[in-house]
């Protein structure tokens, strides 16, 4: 049962990852900066704690008490995160939802797998795998031979991206992704897929703080809730930076009280955007809280995004007017990150 409910959890977190960037559609008159930042102090500063607040009223004591080494892991994991999640926007912007969520999350899904192990072969931990450990066991090497398959994912699904771009004329583009350009989306998805999977070991570099919370007495489905306020406080340094310089180079600060555009509306879905992407981060808690932070819940996870982003983008009809074989390239590329997911998480199993 537990780990049906852990499924569940990711798929509804999954749901929210894949769907976030929809209400963006909606905002009219904005530059990107403008609404990113605005969905982002939604997603990093204002809901997470009001979340926290409500499954942990006690977080802010126990991030007080909190080592400060620990702080600092988990706040600069955010820092690296965010950049991924920045560029996540961008790659989403520039390649679609569909191309875009898959190479972003096969990167990341690959990475987030690494990242930790490769921390405990140079910082051993009691219960934690190594990277040596990884190459020494059956399932370590499944997980490392997924990495190469979601990398060999990614290679095709490239190939198809170049496909489409030469299939469609720009008025075509236009109306598949308003800013589709395969260079810029696949060097921002490259950065976005290795940095965005530092989340994984904020996450676990806060496990102090979520095994405070069940030692408080508090639910253990919504420990990592603590943690979240603190790696996305890293996530808002970034982004709030980046995007403070954007408004100031592209002379878009107006944009916040500029009349001629709708408002309201904007708000609206720039703080729906916002929230949205945090859910993935709440129902992700509440799946590890049942399967653990290992690379299968991570994987797990990815693999759910993937497969409901390339369902948006199907229905958005990103794909539409290019040939059969470009859409068989691009089926394909995708049905092998999945297959790569499979395999990470099989082969962290076992090695678990």
Same mark, same amino acid.
């Given at each position: 049962?537990?780990?049906?409910? #852990? ?23 904005? $530059? ?15 809901? *997470? ?47 679609? !939802? ?17 990242? *930790? ?28 031979? #997924? ?7 990614? +290679? ?40 965005? $999977? ?9 496990? *102090?703080?979520?095994? $405070?919370?069940?030692? $408080? ?63 993935? +981060?709440?129902?992700?808690? !509440? ?14 996870? !990815? ?50």
């Amino acid at each position: 049962m537990q780990v049906i409910l #852990g499924v569940i959890f990711h798929f509804i977190g999954g749901f929210a990852s894949g769907s976030f960037y929809l209400p963006f559609k909606k905002v009219r008159g904005w $530059a990107w900066e403008s609404y990113w930042i605005v969905g982002g102090l939604f997603s990093w500063l204002i809901v *997470p704690p009001l979340a926290a607040y409500l499954t942990v009223p006690g977080f802010a004591e126990i991030i007080s008490a909190a080592d400060s080494s620990a702080l600092r892991w988990v706040y600069t994991m955010g820092v690296l995160w965010g950049i991924g999640g920045l560029t996540y926007g961008l790659g989403i912007r520039f390649l679609g !939802m569909s191309l875009g969520n898959s190479v972003i999350l096969g990167y990341c899904a690959a990475f987030g797998a690494l990242i *930790p192990p490769l921390y405990y072969n140079y910082f051993p931990t009691e219960g934690k795998i190594s990277f040596s450990q990884m190459l020494s066991s059956p399932g370590g090497k499944l997980v490392l031979l #997924g990495v190469l398959v979601c990398l060999t994912g990614i +290679f095709i699904c490239g190939i198809a991206g170049m496909m489409k771009e030469k299939e469609l004329g720009d008025e075509a583009k236009r109306k598949s992704v308003a800013e589709f350009s395969l260079i810029k989306g696949l060097i921002v998805a490259t950065i976005s897929g290795i940095l965005s $999977a530092c989340f994984n070991f904020g996450i676990e570099a806060g496990k *102090p703080m979520a095994t $405070a919370a069940v030692d $408080a007495g508090y639910n253990p489905l919504f420990q990592n809730n603590v943690t979240y306020v603190v790696l996305l406080w890293g996530g808002l340094t970034t982004n709030l930076v980046w995007c403070m310089i954007l408004n100031a180079r592209n002379k878009t600060f107006g944009d916040y009280t500029n009349s001629n555009t709708p408002l309201s509306r904007n708000y609206l879905f720039a703080a729906l955007a916002g929230t949205t992407w945090f859910l993935q +981060f709440f129902f992700y808690g !509440m799946g590890e809280s049942k399967l653990g932070n290992g690379a299968s819940s991570w994987i797990l996870h !990815m693999a759910f995004i993937i497969l409901i982003s390339n369902l948006w983008g199907i229905l958005l009809k990103e794909w539409k007017g290019v040939s059969a074989k470009t859409r068989v390239t691009i089926a394909f590329g995708i049905a092998t990150i999945l297959a790569s997911v499979i395999l990470v998480g099989y082969g962290n199993s076992v090695t678990d």
